[in-house]
DNA sequence: GCGACAG
DNA sequence: ATCTTGTCGC
């Protein structure tokens, strides 16, 4: 498939993104990540994982881990491409599904309009939102030092996303609208699931895979 | 042409 | 993303 093909999908994923909320309650909010066997190997064994959590505790109540073969590169604003075989995998195979989703990564923060947070949303239909450790699109302005500070992060004067201080005296994350969810909501969701620098959704994540990692390996 | 560039 | 010990700060 052809980069032209590709940018392609993206400039129709982002006409389908809603930016508005756009469900009930959010009881439960779910977090995925992935880790590689060898980031220098393609294609190379690769793990995802589900951590679901209840909002009013931060207590996680669901864990899965699903385990396949990627062989797409990475490559920058194409990341999608990359990990939604997995993530749509894992989706696929989650006996639980939280209110929304935290995916690593951005959501319409992208060149398109469509980073991998708004291509799960809109390929699922559920609600989605992009949390990244740092920018890949947009301008910005440093936010306060203390946690729940935080500035937009823009292009064209046009608001894609926000820069937001999760934990004092630490490197912000960047927050985006994935899908079906306003930015406001979505910096409100990733401040109460906040315990440290990452959301615990992603955070306990996280962790699950590189235990996982760990014990695949010998 | 040059710099930027999620994971 | 991954390779990796100690070290500095709250």
């Known amino acids: 498939m052809r980069v032209e093909d590709l940018k392609r999908v993206q400039i129709e994923c982002a006409k389908k993104v809603v930016q508005e909320d756009d469900f009930g309650k959010i009881e439960t909010v779910g977090g995925m990540d992935l880790t590689f066997e060898k980031i220098d190997e393609n294609p190379t064994r690769a793990w995802a994982s589900l951590v679901v959590i209840e909002l009013k505790t931060l207590r996680p109540i669901y864990n899965l881990v699903v385990e396949d073969e990627v062989s797409f590169p990475y490559i920058p604003t ?13 989706y696929e195979k989650a006996a639980v599904k939280p209110d929304v989703y935290f995916i690593d990564g951005q959501g319409v923060a992208h060149p398109r309009g469509c980073g991998i947070a708004s291509h799960f949303g809109v390929e699922t239909g559920e609600v989605s939102v992009g949390v990244a450790k740092t920018k890949l699109f947009g301008h ?20 894609i996303g926000a820069v937001v201080r999760t934990k004092d005296n630490t490197q912000p994350v960047f927050v985006s609208v994935g ?8 910096i409100d969701l990733v401040l109460k699931t906040s315990k440290f620098r990452i959301p615990e959704p992603t955070r306990l994540a996280h962790n699950l895979l590189q235990k996982v990692r760990r014990e695949s390996l010998f």
């Open 78 to 90: 194409f990341l999608a491409f990359r990990e939604m075989p997995l993530l749509l995998k894992l």
């Open 140 to 159: 910005y302005r440093e936010p306060g030092s203390r946690r729940g500070s935080f500035t937009y992060l823009r292009h064209r004067d046009r608001i």
């Open 179 to 186: 899908h079906r969810i306003s930015l406001k909501t979505a």
